[in-house]
């Protein structure tokens, strides 16, 4: 839906046709075509390639096998889906960290069958993930080794397991490639997350880290996207340890939670540099235009249906907080609905208004 709006602000004369699964997905208003079927379809994904000259994604749930077979016809697709294929799979993705000597938490990968290997982990808990189908924060668990040993975990089959880092600051680098090879990067963004439903809660830019630790983040960022030698947008996950190891976290190869805040705070946005590589343009600045931060809107954890978001009236009087409701139909706990993003002339003040802001959010029953 964002790509959307970003597209029929600058590029009335080019044409979009999405694919989904849901008849009433929010970006079908916007759409000039729509083709109803699954992601995962090679037909439904061989009838989008037949009216696109270019295909690109906002989720990596897909066919990338057919993506793939489509790329050998001669078609563009962007990212490559060869690099949808490493990130298809977290364990696949963190043996490509490590065989380009990128950074990351360290980790084991574990079969159905296989015993829980946690000698090399230190302290009492783990990260497990399953290593594939997450999304939005499912798929994600801190649980303790004790448990594991047990057999009480959240996740059957394949999992990835990682090293718990207590007190991680979490860091997002978007970096954005064009059709000829030009890399740029977009001011660091801090994010936290809701301990409860994983789900980023809040996050601002410039970064408050320290700038040798974001010189050495953003080296590392640009180097694994580098890597990947295709064009598109790509959101790197960070992590900075306690003892300021900078660590990849995951990388999203397509836009991402953690820059909607770049629709009002950056020169451009990151749905609209998507769009400028799409047409094969060259990128667009990606300065910061002030200090702006972002509080997404989810679902509360007691009611499920039909929504509204509280005070309008008064979200729509605010000129320092812009509001974006997704248009989906229903609610459920933890389910995301939309983003505000507050903008500021510094720093201090926007992280004390985003503070307000967030205490006034609310979604209730319609």
């Given amino acids: 839906m964002m790509l959307l709006e970003a597209a029929k602000v600058e590029n009335n004369d080019v ?3 999405i694919l989904e699964a849901q008849e009433d997905c929010p970006a079908r208003p916007l759409a000039d075509g729509f083709i109803l079927g699954s992601l995962t379809d090679e037909n439904a994904l ?9 295909l690109t994604w906002e989720i990596e749930h897909i066919g990338v096998d057919t993506l793939i077979e489509l790329e050998s016809q001669g078609k563009t697709i962007i990212p490559k889906p060869g690099v949808l294929k490493i990130i298809q799979d977290k364990g696949i993705q963190k043996e490509y960290f490590v065989s380009h000597g990128i950074p990351t938490a360290p980790f084991v990968l ?21 290593r594939t189908g997450g999304y939005d ?4 668990a801190i649980v303790s080794k004790k448990d594991l040993l047990e057999g009480k975990t959240p996740f059957q089959g394949n999992v990835l397991i990682e ?20 890399l740029g990067t977009y001011p660091a963004i801090d994010m936290y997350f809701n301990p409860q439903s994983n789900l980023v809660e809040f996050l601002y830019s410039p970064s408050k880290v320290e700038t040798n630790l974001l010189q050495q983040a953003q080296a590392i960022a640009e180097k694994v996207v580098a890597s990947f030698q ?4 790509f959101a790197v996950e960070m992590f900075i340890t306690e003892s300021n190891e900078v660590w990849v976290n995951e990388i999203a190869p397509r836009p991402h939670n953690s820059g909607h805040h770049s629709i009002e705070g950056f020169e451009t946005s990151q749905f609209a540099q998507l769009n400028r590589i799409l047409l094969g ?3 667009g600045s990606m300065a910061l235009k002030c200090p702006s931060a972002m509080i997404n809107i989810v679902g509360p954890e007691d009611f499920s249906g039909t929504y509204q978001l509280a005070e309008n009236v008064y979200w729509e009087t605010q000129k320092d907080v812009f509001v974006h409701m997704y248009g989906k139909s229903e609610t459920r706990p933890n ?20 503070q307000e802001v967030q205490t006034k959010l609310r979604i209730i029953p319609s």
């Avoid at 061989?46 to 270019?54: G, K, M, R």
């Avoid at 090293?163 to 978007?174: C, G, M, R, S, T």
């Avoid at 295709?230 to 947008?233: M, R, T």
């Fill in 137 to 140: 924060g499912k798929g994600v």
């Fill in 110 to 130: 574990k079969n159905q069958n296989d015993a829980w290997d946690l000698d090399r982990f230190t302290g009492e808990k783990v990260v497990l993930k399953s």
């Fill in 46 to 54: 061989n009838a989008l390639a037949n009216v696109s000259d270019v």
């Fill in 230 to 233: 295709s064009p598109g947008l």
């Fill in 15 to 17: 044409q979009y046709t």
């Fill in 335 to 354: 389910r995301k609905l939309g983003h505000v993003t507050v903008t500021a002339e510094d720093l201090e003040k926007l992280l004390l208004r985003a």
């Fill in 163 to 182: 090293q718990f880092a207590e007190n991680v600051k979490e860091l997002a680098l978007i970096v954005a490639v064009d059709t000829q090879g030009n």
């Fill in 281 to 283: 343009l060259e990128l």
